[in-house]
Every structure is written in structure tokens, then in C-alpha cells.
């Protein structure tokens, strides 16, 4: 049996990221996701989304882990957080990936400064799958995660994002 432990200092490893399943979001938000291998440790993602619905501080953000379980399969629902204010919530917590999204997000009627992020139809290029630093976010166990991203206008989930996720203790910088 594995013993799983809480970990302190880890890496995260995106492994996948996808589109969230239809029956997950109450309206559509269509979405594609593809990948590209830089290197031997370096997975790139790109990602189009159409979206309806302005981003903004009036949604909210959920984020819902599941755990990947030694009897096998996923166990849902394992930490939930729920953060109001979206739009800053995500520039509080993911500061990194915030701040990427707005030098590096296309979208045909141009440029955007930040929130909130108006609808349309955004293309956002080499995303790493490496250095995803996450602030203020608890410990977690090491192992798999798949990490469901949703927005919420009231109670219909309008946005969803998911991530295979793997935690491991964080290697020694040798170089």
C-alpha cells in the first residue's frame, strides 16, 4: 500500500489540461486545448475558449480538487475552495499565471488591461507546464490531482478549466 503524506515544499507538474466535461458547466463554453513538448521535463499548452460572459469580480471562483486514490479511480470532491470576486481572486492566488495571461492572451478585438476580462474569443499561447506557483494555497498530499477551475455567474457554472496535476517533494537545485 502507498502511504501517502502531507506534503511541505513541493513541485507542481501539470500533466494534462483540458475542457471541462459538458455535464460540469450549465451553459456552453466552448474550449480546446492542445499540447506541445518542448523539452524532456516541458510540456506546452495552448488554449481557445469563447466565452459569453464578462469575467468579473460579480462571478465566483471555485476550484475543486479530486484525488487520485490507491484503490484506484478518483475521489471527488477531496478539497473544494470557493473564492468570491473571481477576477481578483485569481490575480491574489495565481499571480503568476495572471499576470502571463494578460502579456501573452490574443483576441481579435485587441488588447485588454485586466479586469475584468471582457467576452470574446481568446487564444492563449505556450503556457508551461512547469513553475506553476500557486500562493496561499494549502498543503497538499503528493500524488495526482485533477483540479477543476470553475466560474460561477450565481449558481451556473459558465467557465471550467481541468488540470491532471502531479505534487512530489521539490528537487534540490543542483546547478
Not at 498530499?141 to 512530489?168: F, H, K, N, P, Q
Amino acid at each position: 500500500m502507498i502511504q501517502r503524506s502531507p506534503s511541505g515544499r513541493y513541485d507542481i507538474d501539470v500533466e494534462h489540461v483540458e475542457c471541462c466535461p459538458s455535464e460540469v458547466l450549465d451553459r456552453p463554453f466552448p474550449c480546446s486545448v492542445s499540447r506541445a513538448r518542448k523539452d524532456l521535463h516541458t510540456v506546452l499548452f495552448s488554449f481557445n475558449a469563447t466565452s459569453r460572459d464578462i469575467f468579473d469580480d460579480y462571478k465566483i471562483a471555485q476550484v475543486v480538487y479530486a484525488s487520485w486514490s490507491s484503490r484506484g479511480g478518483w475521489k471527488q470532491n477531496a478539497i473544494v475552495m470557493k473564492f468570491p470576486r473571481a477576477c481578483t481572486s485569481v490575480r491574489t492566488y495565481l499571480p503568476g499565471l495572471y499576470k502571463h495571461f494578460l502579456e501573452h492572451a490574443t483576441r481579435a478585438e485587441g488588447p485588454f488591461q485586466g479586469c475584468p476580462v471582457p467576452p470574446g474569443s481568446y487564444r492563449y499561447e505556450n503556457v508551461s507546464s512547469r513553475g506553476l506557483v500557486v500562493a496561499n494555497i494549502p498543503s497538499l498530499y503528493y500524488g495526482r490531482w485533477r483540479v477543476d477551475g470553475r466560474a460561477y455567474d450565481r449558481e451556473a457554472c459558465i467557465m471550467c478549466i481541468r488540470l491532471t496535476l502531479r505534487i512530489s517533494p521539490r528537487k534540490a537545485n543542483t546547478g
